[in-house]
């Protein structure tokens, strides 16, 4: 697993590589929290172009980021899952939490 | 029974994706699609998961065993852990149930090993473990 972010207008945009489970989500969780908390980014996008693999474990990590970020009036999206973890996205009812969008330009525009 | 095989491993979280591979390399031989391959990865990464961090607390010296059969088009998989058991294990399978709530768990571990497996079964002692067993026909199949 591999995590690279930037920051772009009050966004603090996350792209995980790999797989998000309970193995890696604890690094995700802390690089996430690190930026969030000392930088200046108000609203989170996750972009998963680049997962290949996630379970209930990132499910954990997406709620637990979407607290942090909605308590100070940010929003999260969601950019370009593939289909089986768009597939978990819904089952687990984060979707309504949370926007997805197709690119990562589109989740830009949502925020 | 067509086919067999067992594993047993350290309940170490580097061990969640050994497993996922494992599951796949052996139903491979069914010629799955990419969505049941997916679903399979899935369901068998929440119930290693759960023996790891709920069974056995964290602890990492101890064993995790999967079983799978093959037996036509369907497939089928054990995972064992000889741990603390679950207390009440309908409650436990209600989506959203977390003992862990504080740990960001999300409770949805057993409704996703529901939804992408076709069957699921847990039995469970307490202070003694608990034993998931989880099938799934292979739709897509060469044979
Ligand atoms: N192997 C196990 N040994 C002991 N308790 C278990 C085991 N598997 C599950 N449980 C109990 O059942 C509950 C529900 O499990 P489930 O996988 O649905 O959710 P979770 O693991 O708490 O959260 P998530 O899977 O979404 O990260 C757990 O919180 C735990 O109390
Ligand atoms: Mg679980």
């Known amino acids: 697993m591999q995590i690279e972010y930037n920051h772009q207008k009050k966004c603090l945009i996350v792209t995980i590589e790999g797989e998000l489970d309970h193995h890696t989500a604890a690094a995700v969780r802390e690089t996430i929290d690190k930026e969030l908390f000392s930088g200046?980014?108000?609203?989170?996008?996750?972009?998963?172009?680049?997962l290949t693999f996630m379970d209930s474990?990132?499910?954990?990590?997406?709620?637990?980021?979407?607290k942090t970020v909605s308590a100070q009036g940010g929003k999260v999206v969601i950019a370009c899952a593939n289909q089986s973890v768009e597939r978990i996205l819904h089952?687990?009812?984060?979707?309504?939490?949370?926007?997805?969008?197709?690119t990562r330009g589109l989740a830009l525009e949502m925020i | 029974m067509d086919n067999?095989?067992?594993?047993?491993?350290?309940?170490?979280?580097?061990?969640?994706?050994?497993a996922r591979i494992v599951a796949c390399a052996?139903?491979?031989?069914?010629?799955?699609?990419t969505e049941e391959m997916a679903d399979i990865k899935?369901?068998?990464?929440?119930?290693?998961?759960?023996?790891?961090?709920?069974?056995?607390?964290g602890?990492?010296?101890?064993?995790?065993?999967?079983?799978?059969?093959?037996?036509?088009?369907?497939?089928?998989f054990l995972i064992h852990d000889s741990g603390k058991g679950i207390e009440n294990i309908e409650r436990a399978m209600e989506p959203l149930f977390t003992t862990c709530a504080?740990?960001?768990?999300?409770?949805?571990?057993?409704?996703?090993?529901?939804?992408?497996?076709?069957?699921?079964?847990?039995?469970?002692?307490?202070?003694?473990?608990?034993t998931v067993k989880m099938g799934k026909r292979i739709l897509h199949t060469k044979r």
């Open chain 2, 4 to 18: 067999q095989m067992e594993i047993k491993f350290l309940s170490k979280s580097e061990n969640e994706s050994f």
């Open chain 1, 40 to 50: 200046p980014a108000k609203n989170l996008i996750f972009d998963f172009g680049h």
């Open chain 1, 91 to 102: 089952l687990s009812g984060i979707l309504k939490l949370t926007k997805v969008a197709r």
């Open chain 2, 42 to 57: 899935t369901a068998v990464s929440e119930a290693v998961t759960n023996a790891i961090i709920h069974g056995y607390e």
């Open chain 2, 102 to 130: 504080e740990e960001e768990r999300s409770g949805m571990g057993f409704t996703v090993m529901e939804s992408f497996m076709d069957d699921l079964e847990v039995e469970s002692t307490l202070g003694a473990g608990t």
């Open chain 1, 57 to 66: 474990s990132g499910i954990g990590v997406i709620i637990g980021r979407y």
């Open chain 2, 26 to 33: 052996f139903v491979s031989q069914l010629d799955p699609t």
């Open chain 2, 59 to 76: 602890r990492p010296d101890c064993m995790v065993t999967m079983r799978a059969e093959m037996e036509g088009d369907y497939v089928s």
